[in-house]
């Protein structure tokens, strides 16, 4: 036979590791949630703050335009502009909506069917597995927070050519989206972790933000203080939008702990979710 007479020879190749072990997994993740039923609708709902915005912004360089006046009228500067834009209740709600339907399932699937031994089979450690799931609700979350920022930045100053805006307000357009967003997609990802049953894990997040808001609102009424507000998630976004853009803080209370909370909240998330998924790997 022919492998007889030529023999076996060494192979003098070189094993060269893969640096982005984590990028197949973020690539499933981010079409899977485009194939989802009503993805289109959910994103539709999403971008319609940033149409909304962009047209107070258009209409705000022609005074000969009636429309949007009230809105128009708050966006006296682009301090005010895009700490409106991020810190409205309806894109706050919107992200919630969009933390739900794009990572809810994510951990609590794996879960379910009983996927580690599947994964952790390849060379592919828990950081790797862990930075994938978390880039699939980054990706979405950022798509709708930072991409609008930076469009209506470019917009605005298209409209009314001017290209001045101040450093502050270029930081603070960046580090507002990337907060929030790894506060909720860590949340998110620790309270998937938590149930292989995916509408537990949709409803406790509804009642995070549902509760979280409730609860501030009884405290400061039992208390008279407005303290209690650190409790509600709309309102340490409001309080962090007012300490980043350098605007006038909302409530009484210092508004360097609505930047210091979500912080902490994503540091425990994400050593809950690393915990997590430990423990489900060694019970596997």
Avoid at 154 to 167: E, R
Wanted: proline share 4%; net charge positive.
């Amino acid at each position: 036979m022919e492998i007889r007479q030529k023999g076996y020879q060494r192979w003098q190749g070189e094993l060269t590791p893969a640096r982005f072990h984590w990028l197949p997994i973020a690539r499933a993740g981010i079409r899977a949630v485009w194939k989802k039923k009503y993805a289109k609708l959910v994103l539709s709902l999403c971008a319609s703050s940033f149409l909304v915005f962009l047209a107070a912004v258009y209409a705000s360089t022609k005074p000969e335009l009636k429309i949007l006046g009230e809105l128009v009228r708050m966006l006296k500067s682009d301090a005010e502009l895009f700490k409106t834009f991020y810190s409205n209740g309806f894109l706050t709600f919107m992200l919630i909506i969009l933390s739900v339907f794009s990572g809810a399932d994510l951990v609590a699937a794996d879960l379910k069917f009983k996927a580690f031994p599947l994964y952790f089979a390849r060379p592919l450690t828990r950081v790797d597995y862990l930075a994938g799931k978390l880039a699939v609700i980054l990706f979405y979350l950022l798509a709708f927070t930072l991409l609008p920022g930076v469009l209506l930045l470019l917009f605005k100053m298209l409209f009314s050519g001017s290209l001045a805006v101040a450093p502050r307000v270029l930081l603070a357009l960046a580090a507002f989206p990337l907060v929030e967003s790894a506060c909720l997609a860590a949340l998110t990802l620790a309270l998937s972790s938590l149930s292989a049953n995916v509408k537990f894990v949709q409803i406790g997040i509804f009642l995070v933000y549902i509760f979280s808001n409730n609860l501030a609102l009884i405290l400061k009424a039992i208390f008279k203080s407005d303290t209690a507000m650190l409790v509600s998630l709309p309102a340490n976004v409001q309080q962090l939008g007012s300490l980043l853009f350098g605007l006038r803080p909302q409530y009484r209370f210092p508004a360097g702990l609505s930047l210091l909370l979500p912080l902490a909240v994503t540091a425990l998330s994400l050593w809950l979710l690393a915990w997590r998924v430990r423990r489900a790997e060694a019970g596997a």
